[in-house]
T-cell receptor, first 114, second 112 residues
Framework: DGGITQSPKYLFRKEGQNVTLSCEQN?????MYWYRQDPGQGLRLIYY???????QKGDIAEGYSVSREKKESFPLTVTSAQKNPTAFYLC?????????????FGDGTRLSIL | GQQVMQIPQYQHVQEGEDFTTYCNSS?????IQWYKQRPGGHPVFLIQ?????EVKKQKRLTFQFGEAKKNSSLHITATQTTDVGTYFC????????????FGTGTQLKVEL
C-alpha cells in the first residue's frame, strides 16, 4: 500500500550480527506494528507502538528491539540473540478512530542467514 | 494467550467453484478483520465486522461474524483466478490492547 516504505527488500545476516530493518510511513498514523511471517503460521506480532516514544512487546519479542523516536519511523533491530531470524518481516500502521481502523502494510523485508 | 485458527490451511478449487474459509477464536472478539495476501505480496485489508451475527457482502465475497463473536467465515462464490492468494482473519480482543491477532491463513489456489 502507498504510504509505508520498508527497506531493504532483501537482507542477509551473518552469525552474531545485529541488523536493522527500516519502516517509514507518511500516513500520519500514530500506531505502528512489526510482524513476522513464516510459512503456514500467519503473522505474529513482534512489537507495536501506539504513540511516539512508547512501544509494547508483542507475542514474540525475544531477540528483537525497536525504537519510536519519530512518528513516521519505527525501525526493528534483529539482534544476535534471535537464533532463527529467517522470515518475512512486515511493518504496518493504523489510523485513529472510535471504530478500529484497518492496518496498512509495507511491502516487507525478507531476512536470511548467510 | 489468544489463538485464532483458520481452516482449511490449503484449498484447491476449479475456477467457478465456491470457496469458504473458517476462522475460530479461543476468546470473544470485539471485531474481526479480513485480509488478502497475493503470492509475494503483503496483506491488504478487505473488510471489518463488528456486530454479533453481522453479514457483509463485497461482490462475490460474503463475510459473516458469529453470534457469539468467536468465529467468522469468508465465502467466495464462483471463484476466479484473480482470487488466488492467502486469506487471513484477524481479531481484536476487548480490553486486550490495540493489537490484532492474525489467524493462520487459508491459501487458495484456483485452477482453470
Amino acid at each position: 500500500d502507498g504510504g509505508i516504505t520498508q527497506s531493504p527488500k532483501y537482507l542477509f545476516r551473518k552469525e552474531g550480527q545485529n541488523v536493522t530493518l527500516s519502516c517509514e510511513q507518511n500516513l500520519n498514523h500514530d500506531a505502528m506494528y512489526w510482524y513476522r511471517q513464516d510459512p503456514g503460521q500467519g503473522l505474529r506480532l513482534i512489537y507495536y507502538s501506539q504513540i511516539v516514544n512508547d512501544f509494547q512487546k508483542g507475542d514474540i519479542a525475544e531477540g528483537y528491539s525497536v525504537s519510536r523516536e519519530k512518528k513516521e519511523s519505527f525501525p526493528l533491530t534483529v539482534t544476535s540473540a534471535q537464533k532463527n531470524p529467517t522470515a518475512f518481516y512486515l511493518c504496518a500502521s493504523r489510523g485513529p478512530g472510535v471504530i478500529e481502523q484497518p492496518q496498512h502494510f509495507g511491502d516487507g523485508t525478507r531476512l536470511s542467514i548467510l | 494467550g489468544q489463538q485464532v485458527m483458520q481452516i482449511p490451511q490449503y484449498q484447491h478449487v476449479q475456477e467457478g467453484e465456491d470457496f469458504t474459509t473458517y476462522c475460530n477464536s479461543s476468546t470473544t472478539l470485539s471485531n474481526i478483520q479480513w485480509y488478502k495476501q497475493r503470492p509475494g505480496g503483503h496483506p491488504v485489508f478487505l473488510i471489518q465486522l463488528v456486530k454479533s451475527g453481522e453479514v457483509k457482502k463485497q461482490k462475490r465475497l460474503t463475510f459473516q461474524f458469529g453470534e457469539a463473536k468467536k468465529n467468522s467465515s469468508l465465502h467466495i462464490t464462483a471463484t476466479q483466478t484473480t482470487d488466488v492468494g492467502t486469506y487471513f482473519c484477524a481479531g481484536m480482543v476487548t480490553g486486550g490492547g490495540n493489537k490484532l491477532t492474525f489467524g493462520t491463513g487459508t491459501q487458495l489456489k484456483v485452477e482453470l
